[in-house]
């Protein structure tokens, strides 16, 4: 049960619309909110059960469980758009008939196929609250893990040098590029992407998440937009979370992703790593000797990808990120020198 029913007076105090609704109720304001509260709580009881009835949650968005996703919907309904983590920890307002008709058709479209985040328009990554849409990948748990190896990296670079050059290629949104940039104000952060749409929310994430000016977003093609001196052999961090699926496979991915999220966005051409590959053969003209690709990788990948760059006469120290079932998720791989071929 939703904690707020259980504390009546909680309620009473987050929300205007039982206020109101006292006072223009015969029987005086006790009688009318607790009928109200009533109400609420049938109305939570009642979607919760048709959310459940519905839900098929996709096993990369473990935060989203039926109950998580009514919360979200029911704050975005009362007009307060909150990611599914800020939702759980916020008391859930009272909804007045429009609102009520808003969450329902929410509901609707949700268990119709469309993303959560689609509907709320936000997603959390490394705890921040960001922007999505239709126009970008919505940002998934497991990325973390490789944004947090950068995360760990650019400290280190920082911690040496006083500051980091990171470049952040296939942004997306400008999640890790932006949580980079909040935890380390002393990087200096390029991002691209060759979406423009996705570009479009990775700048106004830059204003959402109040990171002016941390970032420069760029688009265009893999290293395309950095092919200037000021970038070859300067760059401290290399990250990458590119579309990694084989494409005789994106048809078969759940409806959930293949009709809502851009296919530019998985579609990593014939065998999933076209562009893991152009990473790899770009990076070391980026980066400086001792500067490190992060580079996220598909489930079932990484063997494969790892023995790669440890017979790459251009990286040293070559690591691999699992996730906490042992796959492995990203690969980490220092430069041996500088390569301007
Ligand atoms: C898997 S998504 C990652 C998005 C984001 N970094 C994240 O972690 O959620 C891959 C991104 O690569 C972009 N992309 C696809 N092909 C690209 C290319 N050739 N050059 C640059 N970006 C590309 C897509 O538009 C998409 O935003």
Known sequence: MCKIFRRPFLLVI??????????????GPGKACARAT??????????????????GPLPDKPGETAESTLKALWHCAAGFP????EAEQKPLGMLD???????RELIGQRLRGAPLAHLTKRQSFMGISMLA????????KETELIAAAAFNLTGLVIAEKGSALVMDLCTGIGNIALSIARAHPAARIYASD????????????QDHCALQGKVDFRQGDCFAPFEHDD?????DVLICNPPYIASKNVCRMPEEIKRYEPGMAFDGGPFGVSIIYNVINGAPRFLRA?????????????????????????????KTVADPKGEIRGIVAEAAGIFMG
């Open 97 to 103: 008939a429009e609102k009520i008709g808003h969450l």
């Open 82 to 85: 909150l990611t599914v983590e």
């Open 133 to 140: 849409g239709p126009g970008a990948l919505v940002p998934r």
């Open 14 to 27: 987050n929300c205007y619309a039982i206020i109101f609704s006292c006072k223009i109720t015969e029987g």
């Open 194 to 205: 060759i979406s423009e749409e996705a570009l479009t929310l990775a700048r106004q994430n």
């Open 290 to 318: 001792g500067g490190w690709l992060c580079l996220e990788v598909g489930l079932g990948q990484g063997r494969m990808l790892e023995r790669l760059l440890k017979k790459n006469q251009r990286f040293q120290n070559v």
């Open 231 to 235: 970038f070859r052999g300067m760059v």
């Open 38 to 55: 009533m109400d609420q709580h049938q109305l939570y009881n009642e979607m919760l059960s048709l959310i459940s009835r519905g839900f």
